[in-house]
C-alpha cells in the first residue's frame, strides 16, 4: 500500500475524500537502502527490544511465509527483503520493484504488487515474471489473495474500485465501486471472507468483496497497517503510535504493549505471533499475541 513521505499523507489516496482514520498505510523513511541487512539491537521503554534495523528507504509491507514464524518477508520501493531466522538477519531478493504489498502463498508463488507493479515469483522468490493483467491501473494500493486458492486476487486500484481475478491476475471483474482501503482475505471455516476498512470503519465482505457489513470503527486514528490470523478472529490494526489488538473479529479492541509506530505489520496464521517495521525501519517481534516485545 501506498506510503506518504514523513509528515505527509499520501495524495494518490486523498484523491477520495475520506474520514481522518484513513490515512495512508505508511511513510516513507530518508535512509539508504542497501541489499544485506545486520542484525541491530536497539532498546526502547518498558523493555521493547528492535530484532534489526532494515535501513530501506521506506516502509511498505510485511508477511510470514506460510506458517513458519521465521521465515518473513518486507517489501518496500527498492524491492524485497527476506529473513530466515526470524528477522535477526535479511537478505534482498532479486526483484527491485515497488513492493506496496506482499503476499506469500502455501504452493511456494509470491505476488507483489504497488506503484506500476504487478509481478510473481513461481519458485520462492528466486525467479520473478510480470503478470499480464487488464485491470484499469496498475497502481495498486491493495492486494490479497485466496488462502483456499493462490489464484484467486482481490486488488484495490489508485483509479479506485475492488477487482477480483480467479486467473492468476490475468482478467479482472470489479466488483465494488468504492475503495476498500488494506483488503485481507481469510479463511473462516470452509469459506473465504474478506476484511477491509471503508468510510464507516472495519467491513468484512462473505459474497467475495460484493456486498459489505460494518464491523466496528478502527480504534486508530491515523490507521497505518492492518493484518489478520488465518481465520480472520485475531486482528491487528497499526498506528503512528501504537498497535492495537482484537480478539473477536475487529468488533473490540485493545492495546498490545508495543509502543512507537507500526507502519508494517504481519501475524502468523494463529494469530500468536505478531511482527512490526516502524517509521524508522525497525523490526520487532512478539511471540505473545503482542503483549512483550523482547530481542532474539
Do not use: C
Not at 471472507?193 to 468483496?209: A, E, F
Amino acid at each position: 500500500m501506498s506510503k506518504a513521505r514523513r509528515g505527509r499523507p499520501d495524495r494518490d489516496r486523498q484523491r477520495r475524500a475520506v474520514p481522518r482514520w484513513l490515512l495512508p498505510a505508511a511513510i516513507l523513511v530518508a535512509v539508504a537502502a542497501v541489499g544485506l541487512v545486520l542484525f541491530v539491537r536497539r532498546g526502547a521503554p518498558g523493555g521493547q527490544v528492535s530484532w534489526a534495523s532494515l535501513r530501506t528507504q521506506d516502509v511498505h509491507s510485511l508477511a510470514f511465509v506460510g506458517g513458519d514464524p521465521d521465515h518473513v518477508l518486507f517489501g518496500h520501493h527498492g524491492g524485497l527483503l527476506e529473513s530466515r531466522d526470524g528477522g535477526r538477519t535479511w537478505s534482498a531478493l532479486p526483484i527491485r520493484d515497488d513492493a506496496m504489498s506482499v503476499t506469500p502463498a502455501t504452493d511456494g508463488s509470491i505476488v507483489i504488487a504497488g506503484h506500476e507493479v504487478f509481478a510473481a515469483s513461481r519458485d520462492g522468490g528466486a525467479t520473478w515474471s510480470r503478470i499480464p493483467a487488464d485491470l484499469p491501473s496498475l497502481d495498486i494500493h491493495g492486494f490479497t489473495r485466496d488462502p483456499a486458492d493462490p489464484g484467486r486476487m482481490w486488488a484495490y486500484v489508485a483509479t479506485g474500485g475492488l477487482w477480483e481475478s480467479t486467473d492468476f491476475g490475468a482478467h479482472w471483474v470489479e466488483v465494488r465501486a468504492d475503495n476498500v482501503l488494506f483488503p485481507l482475505a481469510v479463511r473462516d471455516g470452509s469459506a473465504t471472507r474478506l476484511l477491509g476498512v471503508d468510510t464507516t470503519g472495519l467491513v468484512t465482505s462473505s459474497d467475495d468483496g460484493r456486498t459489505w457489513a460494518t464491523l466496528g470503527a478502527p480504534p486508530t486514528y491515523p490507521m497505518t497497517s492492518l493484518a489478520a490470523s488465518a481465520d480472520g478472529q485475531t486482528v491487528y490494526a497499526g498506528a503512528p503510535d501504537g498497535l492495537f489488538r482484537s480478539d473477536d473479529g475487529g468488533r473490540t479492541w485493545s492495546p498490545t504493549g508495543y509502543r512507537g509506530s507500526a507502519f508494517a505489520v504481519a501475524t502468523t496464521p494463529d494469530g500468536g505471533t505478531v511482527a512490526v517495521v516502524n517509521r524508522e525501519t525497525e523490526f520487532h517481534r512478539s511471540a505473545d499475541r503482542g503483549s512483550t516485545w523482547p530481542g532474539p
